[in-house]
């Protein structure tokens, strides 16, 4: 059954969407969401699967995908991938194709290759090259049955990146104070609740050396608190599994960049060798060089175009969608 004709799961995940925008550092228990919708502990629990499986909730059962609505609206998704160079135009249909959806969701390949407009085979080549490019992140979903105990794979879930990394922590007071951090992260962890104080100690360390990489607190306690084993035989090691899965740079989710909450970076213009600050991906012109390459440029050219321009390539791969100069306000230039 769709969580969107069930009442008690609209409900849920109305509480549940709220309460993430108010407070996501403190998830709600789950006789508070039974308490607020109505239902009995056992009731909510079972409804929270229900949204959990359908693909609606995170795995922690608490933070919203925002995947309830009958249709989805949202034009910056789309607007930011209109912007965004790919590596080529299939990867580029496949980067609109996933914006439709939002900046994070669920589509099976053969979906995704019916709203592209290509074929499966060329969605599962192309998509390791999204990967590599740091345009989408893509999670492996799997559900457990009660009965049975089989592990069943389910479609992978997707998240737009921005091919921003965080900046990684050099400052001695900030590596310093990233140990209280840490430390306040691992006492969230449900699985780390009754650790021993050495391997606890081993936890802080583990999580601080992430965090001067530039992971934040919430990406880490998530990638973390998500985790299926709630009581790891060797927590240690667990940890450590848990955590070579992780990238060691943070790539900042599309959402905060076009939002325009992703912190500043300081680069140098590969062209004049010119420091300059700037929230873009990759490694863009500073401002003076970006007009007078602009200037260069036709009238009409393509996306595509402009990348295989800038990058020095042959010019005969063109995607067939038309670029407006004029709104070159909200293009962007690689080097």
Known sequence: MDPRQCEPCRKIYGIL?????AAPADPLRTEDIGRMTGLKTRAAQVHLRHLWTEGRIDADRRTPLGLMSSEPTLPGALDWAAQVVAPDPTCAKCLLALAALGWEGQIHTNDLAAAAGISPRSVERHRPHLIRADLVAFKPVSSTDPETGFVTRKVDRFTLLSQLTA???????????????????????????????TEREFAIKSVRWCMWNGWPDEALFRALDAAENRQAYNPNGYLAQLLRKLPREYVIPARQV?????????????????????????????????????????????LH???????????????????????DERQQLWA
């Open 17 to 21: 969407q709220e309460h993430h925008d």
């Open 258 to 302: 076009y939002e325009d909450t992703a912190e500043e970076r300081m680069l140098t213009c590969p062209k004049c060798d010119r420091a300059f600050w700037t929230t873009r991906p990759g490694k863009p012109l500073c401002g003076p060089c970006r007009e007078a390459a602009l200037a260069e440029l036709p009238a009409q050219l393509t």
């Open 305 to 327: 175009a402009v990348r295989v321009a800038e990058s020095g390539r042959a010019t005969e791969q063109v995607a067939p969608a038309p670029w407006d100069r004029e709104s």
């Open 167 to 197: 900046r990684p922590i050099e400052d001695p007071a900030e590596r310093e104070a990233a140990t209280a951090r840490a430390a306040a992260v691992v006492r969230r962890v449900s699985w780390l609740a009754d650790v021993t104080p």
